[in-house]
């Protein structure tokens, strides 16, 4: 026969055990019960109704009652945001230090962030974390309905109606293509998708600067048209341009999700990597270690935009004054064998 799971015992059972009060139940169980508020013999015939129904106090319960829980809310993303597990993780370790918890939430799809947050209204957390919504004023207007203090870790927003923390897309694609320069790269292409995020604008915009800032004479092509369906697929586009432009020996990821698929089409097209094309990419995150060779990648802090986050909301909560600008921390470069490093002769 199929047991059916009994409902916890509540604190108002324990009192209708013990033949008391609601609050005289409360006092007597508290870890700093007083015999002047309830006499022992009274706490005594409380705490073995408790035992008796088998009552445990809620932890939580008591934690918010003493004023000793201290809680961060973080709304995670959609899939798409392949990195954001180092950036909570490393909240999570920060807080710990502190004494706060990370709570996490997933962003359901059938609601908006805006409604998300309101939802987080009897969630006993005193400042949020999102990713993404930068630019979402109703984001910034269900924080402030809440009281509560939010920051955004954001790169695809254009404006910013909250504290927002990204990586430095501009400076981080302008050190990765200028590795390609160094290594003696002088045909370069860029892959990307359709401009229609920031860091889309910025990194195309850092892949330019390195080639103007270069004393060498270096062309390029782009593609900024590729999507995310067809980012681990073989890229046909490139497979084209390689028809009509053989001469490309470098080539700037705008994301590591594009690596496979390009790894591939080089081979098709007898390719040799990274003897004939140098490939850099762009974030660091798992297709480019486990890509065939692996990719030389400009990595995002990811554990360090996390920590900031925290950081910062956590100031926010204490009283700073912060302004609604974005942060943005420094990029590092991995290099791997798709593009080694440059020996020097």
Same mark, same amino acid.
């Given at each position: ?21 609601? !609050? ?18 009274? &706490? ?17 319960? &008591?934690?918010?009652?003493?004023? =000793?829980? &201290?809680?961060? =809310?973080? +709304? ?5 945001? !392949? ?5 909570? *993780? ?16 997933? $962003? ?11 939802? $987080? ?66 045909? $370069? ?10 860091? =889309? ?6 892949? *330019? ?20 369906? !067809?980012? +681990?697929?073989? *890229?046909? *586009? ?6 009509? =432009? ?52 400009? &990595? ?11 950081? +910062? ?6 009283? !700073? ?7 943005? +921390? ?16």
């Amino acid at each position: 026969m199929l047991e059916h799971m009994r409902a916890r015992p509540t604190l108002r059972d324990v009192a209708a055990a013990a033949g008391v009060g609601l !609050a005289t139940a409360s006092r007597a169980l508290s870890p700093n019960w007083n015999e002047h508020e309830v006499r022992p013999a009274t &706490r005594a015939r409380i705490l073995k109704a408790a035992a008796d129904i088998g009552y445990r106090p809620s932890a939580m319960a &008591r934690a918010l009652k003493t004023d =000793s829980f &201290r809680a961060v =809310s973080v +709304l995670l993303p959609p899939v798409l945001w !392949a990195w954001w597990e180092n950036a909570v *993780q490393a909240a999570t370790e920060e807080a710990e230090k502190d004494g706060y918890s990370v709570l996490a939430h997933a $962003l359901p799809t059938n609601i908006t962030p805006g409604d998300a947050i309101r939802r $987080l209204r009897h969630v006993p957390s005193e400042g949020i974390v999102i990713f993404g919504g930068a630019d979402d004023e109703d984001v910034a207007a269900a924080a402030r309905e809440l009281s509560r203090p939010i920051v955004a870790i954001d790169d695809t927003s254009f404006i910013t109606h909250i504290p927002t923390i990204s990586v430095d897309n501009v400076g981080g694609a302008e050190m990765g293509t200028g590795h390609l320069i160094d290594s003696g790269r002088r045909n $370069l292409l860029y892959i990307g998708y359709e401009p229609t995020f920031r860091f =889309s604008e910025e990194r195309f915009d850092g892949f *330019q600067r390195a080639i103007a800032a270069s004393p060498h004479d270096v062309a390029y092509r782009s593609l900024r048209s590729l999507n995310h369906g !067809a980012a +681990l697929d073989t *890229q046909p *586009q490139v497979e084209a341009l390689l028809d009509t =432009s053989p001469l490309i020996d470098g080539i700037f990821c705008e994301a590591d999700e594009h690596g496979p698929g390009l790894v591939r089409s080089l081979r098709r097209r007898g390719y040799a990597i990274p003897d004939d094309v140098a490939i850099v990419s762009f974030n660091g995150h798992a297709p480019a270690r486990h890509t065939d060779p692996p990719l030389t990648s400009v &990595r995002q802090p990811f554990e360090a935009i996390g920590e900031e986050a925290y950081r +910062l909301v956590v100031s926010l909560i204490k009283g !700073a004054e912060v302004p609604t600008v974005r942060r943005e +921390l420094t990029p590092e470069l991995d290099l791997r064998a798709s593009a080694p490093a440059v020996r020097s002769d």
